[in-house]
């Protein structure tokens, strides 16, 4: 793990992004998409981000990229504006070598920089034994939801687990006016 290095994702990263993705979603129950999206699509997705001024960023070892996570806007409505959702994904024979770890560290890093308040994962498949509940519950998240049956894939039943990180205060301090989702807000971004 010494040798990974963590840094904003860029368009050049695209391919190996989809192909990690495109693992997660033919062979795993993280993603609840069925199929995998395309290069194009993969593409429109990091652009959207990119715009939204929210972190992306890819673990990389040896000009190798081994892993990705970003934080995206959680609903578009602007009450919702603090809260980001994040996803983590690490290519198949990276996993168990600390990769999201420090990805997740350096995500929360990036959205607590930015001023946002909670970080929620929707997790699917959230068994408590499940890899991404276990890294979550390390980073310091708490459960605070599940929902049952909510995703069928791979022939069986998914429940969806939500848990939460609260950053620069959570709910107990007023909004920072100098933060990015009250500067989005005051420019008219972020609309009903």
Not at 38 to 51: D, Q, W
Not at 126 to 140: F, N, P, Q, T
């Amino acid at each position: 793990m010494s040798n990974i290095a963590i840094r904003p994702a860029t368009p050049a990263d695209l391919d190996a992004i989809t192909e990690i993705y495109a693992d997660a979603v033919a062979n795993g129950t993280a993603s609840y998409e069925l199929e995998p999206p395309s290069r194009t699509e993969m593409g429109t997705r990091f652009a959207a981000l990119a715009a939204g001024g929210f972190p992306y960023l890819v673990a990389e070892k040896a000009g190798a990229v081994l892993g990705y996570a970003y934080a995206g806007a959680f609903r578009p409505r602007p009450a919702y504006r603090f809260i980001v959702e994040d996803s983590v994904y690490v290519a198949p024979d990276a996993k168990g070598q600390g990769v999201g770890l420090k990805l997740m560290q350096s995500l929360v890093a990036a959205v607590e920089a930015a001023g946002f308040r909670q970080i929620v994962a929707v997790i699917g498949d959230g068994r408590a034994d499940s890899a991404s509940v276990r890294l979550h519950e390390k980073l310091g998240f708490r459960h605070s939801g599940r929902l049952e049956g909510s995703g069928y894939k791979h022939g069986r039943w998914l429940d969806t687990v939500f848990m939460q990180l609260s950053l620069n205060g959570g709910a107990s301090l007023p909004p920072d006016p100098d933060s990015l989702p009250e500067r989005k807000f005051r420019q008219g971004e972020l609309k009903n």
